[in-house]
């Protein structure tokens, strides 16, 4: 099965999920659909560990020249699976825990994001033309709008209006389906700079 046709199943998945959600808490009056570890956080870790083996199938073609950006792009969604999934909850050693949340996750970022600006730092010239590309191609676009719904849900957690959590939880649910969209792109086709690398 092709890369497309995989993520056009899973976009037609997470449609339908969010639809059943919707209608299982207007209609039906049953909010556990968007309770903690349930229907649509558990749909959220789904696509995002998607999204994350997609992101990280670049990396092991060593002809590409944007490896750079799909790096970038899978530190970032672990940082989104280990926001959604509660790591110490589950019957994990305890340097896994350690690891997956609080200081040591943030620590663990950090080391990463900390690592990839190092090599860009490198070779500057060619990872800011290449990140300038990005910015301006389809797939760049769309991970920015996937973020800006990412930004949105996370203004309803602080707004007390009903169902404020569903609605929290739905836009999030379709930040991750547009990164996932962003990261079948990235899976198929290499990003290309206007500057030559060395």
């Known amino acids: 099965m092709s890369i497309k046709r995989f993520s056009s199943m899973s976009y037609i998945l997470i449609i339908i999920v969010l639809l059943w959600a919707c209608v299982s808490v207007m209609v039906l009056g049953d909010v556990s659909v968007y309770d903690e570890n349930n229907l649509l956080e558990?749909?959220?870790?789904?696509?995002?560990?998607?999204?994350?083996?997609?992101?990280?199938?670049?990396?092991?073609?060593r002809s590409r020249n944007d490896r750079l950006i799909a790096a970038f792009f899978s530190v970032l969604v672990v940082g989104f699976i280990l926001r959604e999934l509660d790591v110490e909850k589950f019957d994990l050693p305890?340097?896994?825990?350690?690891?997956?949340?609080?200081?040591?996750?943030?620590?663990?970022?950090?080391?990463?994001?900390?690592?990839?600006?190092?090599?860009?730092?490198f070779n500057f010239r060619y990872y800011f033309s290449l990140a300038k590309c990005f910015i301006r191609s389809r797939v760049g676009i769309t991970a920015i709008i996937a973020g800006i719904f990412l930004i949105v849900g996370d203004m309803f957690e602080k707004i007390?209006?009903?169902?404020?959590?569903?609605?929290?939880?739905?836009?999030?649910?379709?930040?991750?389906?547009?990164?996932?969209?962003?990261?079948?792109?990235?899976?198929?086709r290499e990003i290309r700079s206007d500057t030559f690398i060395r």
């Open 160 to 188: 007390d209006i009903p169902h404020h959590v569903l609605i929290e939880e739905s836009f999030e649910l379709i930040g991750y389906t547009i990164l996932l969209a962003a990261a079948s792109s990235v899976a198929r």
């Open 94 to 121: 305890s340097i896994i825990v350690f690891v997956g949340s609080g200081k040591g996750r943030n620590a663990m970022l950090a080391i990463g994001f900390f690592v990839l600006l190092s090599v860009a730092v």
């Open 42 to 61: 558990n749909i959220q870790a789904l696509t995002l560990g998607l999204s994350l083996l997609l992101f990280l199938m670049p990396l092991a073609d």
